[in-house]
């Protein structure tokens, strides 16, 4: 592993931080971040994510990132010995087996020094393949698990606590619900789904992340698609519009309940304490409701709108933001 050419200074909220001489080298025109694409003219969901974010991040912190993302194709590309992060978006990949040699391979960048960020490495079932990010769940997808257990038999992915220091390392706390200009008109979030966030959605700024640990440092870690928020066009704006999914009840939800046609599969969703959610979906469709470990019925419900989209941006940003900057500093 090549040792950094001299000391990498990284300022932070006005805070002088040394980023450790045992590191991989950083290039005079600024920290690359790699990008797994292992089919070059594969689908990309969202191709302009990173560069977007990337330069997000040169104007709202002292750090320097080269906003065009080293692309490689294997995990045995010798380039990836000399760059620090690996970003890689689970559902860009067209499968994730790998053989033995890209295996042994990526054991050796973890072992030293190399993070890895593997964006949509927590999906889950109820959700199928184009609804969006999971909710509530924290276990990594199927195929990531059957992957790293190749990779690091003798290690686990774990939860990442509401309090770790992950989600305070640059940006803390949710962003400010603070008037946003739309068209003629003045609006921030429902009171309804502002409660939400705060309380159950994002609280504290958090998400539903897990971690594997190697040599006593978070190394690897994986969330539910992330990338979606990151992307902007060449105009500034933000790309793709997003929607939030909010459970709420209703009036008589439960004695209603009982009299809805439902021919859908259920699914057993692990939540933070613990305890499980199920929850209803039709084939095909959006989920319906969930019942609760306390044996309250909520339903989904769907908000769309500008302001709505914007402040998700906001959010996705800030927390990848939070990861690229903790993977530098430890």
Partial sequence: MKKL??????LVCSTSLLWPEERLEVK?????????????????????????LLKMMNEQTFARFDTDPLYVSTLTDERLLENPILY???????????????RD???????QGGFVYLDAGIKASFLGSDLGHSYAAWEERPEVKEWFAQVFPEKTFIPLPRNHDLFRTFFKG????????????QKRLPDTVLKFVEQEKWPQGTYSFVGMKVKGRLACVASPICAMG???DEFGAWIPPISFRIRESAENFDQNLKLASFSGGTFEVTREDGLKDVIYSEPGQRPLWVQEPTGRWRIFKYYSGEEISNYAHAFYSRLGMNVFLYALLN
């Fill in 230 to 232: 990151w992307g902007k």
């Fill in 5 to 10: 050419i001299s000391t990498f200074v990284f």
């Fill in 28 to 52: 005079e025109s600024g920290i690359r971040i790699m990008q797994l694409m292992r089919t070059q003219n594969g689908i990309r969901r969202y191709p302009d994510a990173l560069p977007s």
């Fill in 88 to 102: 890689v978006n689970c559902d860009d990949q067209p499968n994730l087996e790998f053989p033995q040699e890209e």
């Fill in 174 to 185: 949710l962003p400010k619900n603070d008037y946003l200009k739309i068209e003629q008109n």
């Fill in 105 to 111: 391979a990526l054991r050796r960048y973890m072992e």
